[in-house]
């Protein structure tokens, strides 16, 4: 399947995830707590719908390939071509009305990111991106992501989806680098790494993170020529502690405020 064939394809993913989850947004629908640890971790019926319809697309066009999910878990994982899904990522945002949520699709090949796109379908935005370039599309039309720059902390945009979802220890290197920042802000889940490569953030700063949550964002930041590791500068493919930036230079500066 040549380049402009498998763009069409991951458009068509995202497009079927998106009827599947519209109907659901900003009505009454039900809402499952799937933590077992106290917390609160939902889930919707348009979560399971929309990753349902991704995982039925994938197998019918390539049956050989693995899926990685959020809700429905992981299947032919070691194999060569691996897709990983979030069907809705800030699902608490998606059942709070607001638009700060997206679904995130992301491809693998030999454990290394290819490809990835964060559809937000009650705007009709795309970010997309394979790691070399990255390409936003939406209602203003088209246009090539660049991050931009910043020197330095002091006058930088930071984001976080929420603090209260960091470890004791963890918040307390977080607030080293927030008082450090010129703005911090909360919320925005992968949209705010979409606005990174959309050289509007400088800087997000996340916990807790599984593989579906970070995969697809990786080649868009990277497309768009930010960075993304953990806290220790090693690779964000498995989630965890994870710093995005635009400026290697911030990056830099983050990690070394997060070590202490």
Not at 111 to 136: H, K, N, W
Not at 141 to 161: H, I, K, P, Q
Request: a negative charge; one cysteine or more.
């Amino acid at each position: 399947m040549g380049a402009v064939d498998f763009a069409a394809f991951v458009d068509e993913l995202a497009t079927v995830a998106g009827e599947a989850i519209r109907p659901f947004f900003r009505t009454t629908l039900g809402i499952e707590n799937k933590s077992r640890t106290g917390t609160f971790d939902p889930v919707t019926a348009a979560d399971r719908a929309a990753e349902q319809a991704m995982r039925t697309l994938i197998r019918k066009t390539f049956p050989g390939h693995g899926i990685v999910g959020e809700e429905f878990g992981d299947e032919g994982s070691d194999r060569s071509y691996v897709w990983v899904l979030d069907p809705i990522d800030g699902t608490k945002s998606f059942i709070s009305g607001m638009p700060a949520w997206g679904t995130l699709i992301g491809l693998l090949k030999d454990g290394l990111p290819v490809y990835g796109m964060m559809y937000q379908p009650f705007i009709s935005e795309r970010f997309t991106g394979d790691g070399a370039s990255a390409r936003y599309r939406g209602p203003v039309g088209e246009r090539r992501l660049n991050v931009r720059a910043c020197s330095a902390l002091g006058d930088a945009v930071l984001f976080t989806t929420s603090p209260m979802l960091m470890s004791t220890t963890d918040r307390a290197a977080f607030d080293k680098v927030e008082r450090a920042a010129r703005l911090s802000r909360y919320g925005g889940d992968c949209y705010a790494y979409c606005m990174v490569a959309a050289g509007f953030i400088d800087v997000v700063i996340e916990t807790n993170l599984k593989p579906h949550d970070i995969v697809a964002l990786v080649p868009i930041i990277e497309g768009a020529g930010g960075v993304v590791t953990d806290w220790s500068g090693e690779p964000a493919l498995k989630g965890g502690r994870i710093v995005a930036a635009g400026d290697r230079r911030v990056h830099a500066e983050t990690l070394k405020l997060l070590a202490g």
